[in-house]
Each structure stands twice: as structure tokens, then as C-alpha cells.
């Protein structure tokens, strides 16, 4: 298994700001995946980020948007940019530890956009 | 492609009283199922997971699941709910055949147990 903790827990930010969240794991991972969860949602997949590599965006996200640091095998960061109140969300990350093994996820964080 | 699909946003049931969250998939090939619970405030736990051999899985807190083939279901169940069963349940799948490792994740069903 895989412990994951995020930071901030929460934040409430002013519109045209910017975020970062830090992911870290208790372990070394090849892969790491970013996730939004809106209210009343399920989770989108932002991102998957591998050390070494420029992050890979899904449909609807860029980088610009969402720039994705991963400097090692144990973590990452999302940078949420010029925040609107649309991107008030609860954003995830996850670890992957296998083709057919469980995915674990952090404890989000929880963005308020005002 | 791969999918999932859970009918109901919510499901009630009485606390003691069996409980029920339906999931069905479809992938080209043959799937991983697994199961997370959310509860309020919380991030994703994992509950369980099919990849081969028993069509029923038994998982954390007293549930179980069975993978049904010919139906592509992948129900989750408790014999008897308690309240603090109480969240938002996700259905996920990978397919195994050459398919994206990233799963799929169903919309999630809010499971409320009423004393």
C-alpha cells in the first residue's frame, strides 16, 4: 500500500490567484495522477505525472492551466493558475503501484474560489 | 474504451437491513473491478477489488462484491448496513487487454443508512 499526504488540506483564494498543492508519498512511485472532484462529481483525471517526463494532460486541461512538477519518485505538485470561482473543486492525487494493483488516493485538497 | 456505469446517485436503506450499489462495466477486454468509498471530508479508500479466480470478493468493513460476467456487473454488497456506512461509493475499472492503465471511475452513488 501507499500512504499519500497532500497540503494545503483546504484553502480559500481570491479569483486570479494561484495555487499549489503538494503531493508527497511514503513510497517510491513511477506514476502519479491528478484528479478534480466538483461537487455532486465524480473524478476527472487532470494529469499523469512521471518523474523524469513532462506531465501527460487529458482532454480539456493544459499546462498552462495546471503546471505539474515532479522532481522525484516520492512527489509532486499541482499549481492551480489564475484561479476563477469554476476551479473551486476538491483535487486529488493519486499513486499507481501496478497494472493491476489499487490506486491510492491522497486526502485532497479542498479549493474555494471567491 | 472502457466504461462504468452506476444507475443511482442514491441509495437508502434501513441500518440492519441488507444494502445493494449496482455497478456495471464494459471493456474490450477482461476488466479489474475495484471499489472506493468516500466518506465526507475524505479522500478515496479502497474497499476491494476482482482481478481473477472467485466471482465474490469480500473487502474491508463487511463488504463483498461479485463479478458477474455475462451481466458485466460488478454489484457491492452488505449483509446487514450501518450508519456509518453513510458515504459516496465509486465503481472503477481497468481493462487488462492492452487497455489504458488509468481506470475508470463510475459517477458514485451516495449510500445513506437511516437509524
Known amino acids: 500500500s501507499a500512504v499519500i499526504s497532500q497540503k494545503p488540506s483546504r484553502d480559500i483564494c481570491q479569483r486570479g490567484t494561484s495555487l499549489t498543492i503538494q503531493c508527497q508519498v511514503d513510497?517510491?512511485?513511477?506514476?502519479m495522477f491528478w484528479y478534480r472532484q466538483q461537487p455532486g462529481q465524480s473524478l476527472t483525471l487532470i494529469a499523469t505525472a512521471n518523474q523524469g517526463s513532462e506531465a501527460t494532460y487529458e482532454s480539456g486541461f493544459v499546462i498552462d492551466k495546471f503546471p505539474i512538477s515532479r522532481p522525484n519518485l516520492t512527489f509532486s505538485t499541482l499549481t492551480v493558475s489564475n484561479m476563477s470561482p469554476e476551479d473551486s473543486s476538491i483535487y486529488l492525487c493519486s499513486v499507481d503501484l501496478g497494472r493491476q494493483e489499487t490506486q491510492y488516493f491522497g486526502p485532497g485538497t479542498r479549493l474555494l474560489v471567491l | 474504451a472502457q466504461s462504468v456505469a452506476q444507475p443511482e446517485d442514491q441509495v437508502n436503506v434501513a441500518e440492519g437491513n441488507p444494502l445493494t450499489v449496482k455497478c456495471t462495466y464494459s471493456v474490450s477486454g477482461n476488466p479489474y473491478l475495484f471499489w472506493y468509498v468516500q466518506y465526507p471530508n475524505r479522500g478515496l479508500q479502497f474497499l476491494l477489488k476482482y482481478i481473477t479466480g472467485d466471482n465474490l470478493v469480500k473487502g474491508s468493513y463487511g463488504f463483498e462484491a461479485e463479478f458477474n460476467k455475462s451481466q458485466t456487473s460488478f454489484h457491492l454488497k452488505k449483509p446487514s448496513a450501518l450508519v456509518s456506512d453513510s458515504a459516496l461509493y465509486f465503481c472503477?475499472?481497468?481493462?487488462?487487454?492492452?487497455?489504458?492503465?488509468?481506470?475508470?471511475f463510475g459517477r458514485g452513488t451516495s449510500l445513506i443508512v437511516h437509524p
Open positions: 472503477a475499472v481497468r481493462d487488462r487487454a492492452g487497455g489504458s492503465y488509468i481506470p475508470t
Open positions: 513510497s517510491q512511485v513511477t506514476m
